[in-house]
DNA sequence: ACCTGAACACCGTTCAAGT
DNA sequence: ACCTGAACACCGTTCAAGT
């Protein structure tokens, strides 16, 4: 019955579990290691234990979300929406994962990804055209999930009553089909010229 | 001849050069409000004189970044690397960028010189195709400076003697001129179907 | 108009020591 | 195997006071 100590011991899952929680609640500017290991019931220097340094972890976290990407679809635009509401599924993900990218871990699931559906669709380039879309998800995301912050927050641009978000869905199927090509043309599409 | 005490005052202009050299120097995440006050030979709180915060500090660091934008052209791809070499000219500078895009202020600047152009190759949609772009070029200008800063750092993610660089130009231009469209058919194309 | 000095509430990280 | 306690070198920001 007696609140004992401190009996709660963590592994690597358990602390990237919580982090990742507190992530959702406070976002990426807040989540501070101190703040997790308060989160955790623990001090902040016994999080040292599991992961190296704060970069580890959130490449880890950035790793769990990019995990969720469904892989396997044959529909760019579909893998595209994957992976963008996979990075929109806790917040600041997009900045999270775009942060982290360059060490090279979990991208290259979302980007193998993309890859795929396009060779499976035939199209010319598959390689570029899937660096490509992962590039413009990652900005894109990056800029709504932002913006949506920013404007829960009251912080206005000056013209008071406009829905920012209007129309971002629109410019994200534009980007992603137009990278992805013409996918009605199978091979060498007919290029047309006045 | 003898060292006086500090004459030297500053304005708002002045904090910002030095500030935005010394981001030069040293990343966005090494610049402190008590780094950049060291290097004006001043003490932190003084800072705050000509600005309300570090925010709003990075927000005109990033509108000076923005704002030598050329503007004007009607060749959309020569508009978009125009974006993307402002971006790269400072360290870090495409994430600044980014992550300040938010509070609305050089972003719009880039935008508009996009859509300018894409208006004036009488392409459709040149609103959405503008946002689109930009979204991309910040993207990708962000994913690109990380990994050249990464990559000089000596953190490879294992594969050896790759040049993590190449071919990214080219994922820049095809993914831009996609985006921009069919630009040899004047307004509306001939959607030609197999 | 512009800056100092001191303070407040924070950071990430290390390391010996505990269990 | 996992954690504490204490320390180190930092942060952004506020505010009275100086010139």
């Keep these: 019955m007696s609140p004992e100590p401190n009996p709660a011991r963590h592994d690597r899952e358990s602390v990237a579990r919580h982090a990742l929680a507190l992530l959702d609640e ?15 019931d623990v001090q902040p220097s016994a999080l040292y234990w599991h992961f190296a340094s704060k970069q580890e972890l959130l490449a880890d976290l950035a790793d769990r979300i990019t995990g969720s990407i469904p892989r396997g679809s044959t529909d760019v635009l579909a893998t595209a929406r994957g992976i963008r509401d996979a990075l929109f599924a806790y917040r600041d993900g997009a900045e999270l ?19 795929e ?5 035939g199209a010319a380039a598959a390689e570029d055209r899937g660096a490509a879309i992962l590039h413009f998800v990652l900005g894109h995301a990056t800029l709504v999930q932002q913006r949506m912050h920013a404007d829960s927050h009251g912080a206005l641009g000056g013209d008071g009553e406009v829905d920012v978000t209007a129309g971002l869905d629109r410019v994200f199927d534009l980007g992603v089909v137009a990278i992805a090509g013409d996918l009605s043309a199978p091979a060498s599409p007919p290029r047309v010229r006045a």
Excluded: E, F, K
Aim: charged fraction near 15%; charge should be positive.
């Design 117 to 121: 559906a396009l060779r499976s669709q």
């Design 26 to 40: 406070v976002g990426l500017a807040d989540l501070s290691m101190r703040r997790i290991a308060a989160r955790l």
């Design 97 to 115: 994962v775009l942060s982290t990218y360059a060490l090279q871990l979990g991208s290259s699931h979302a980007q193998a990804a993309l890859t």
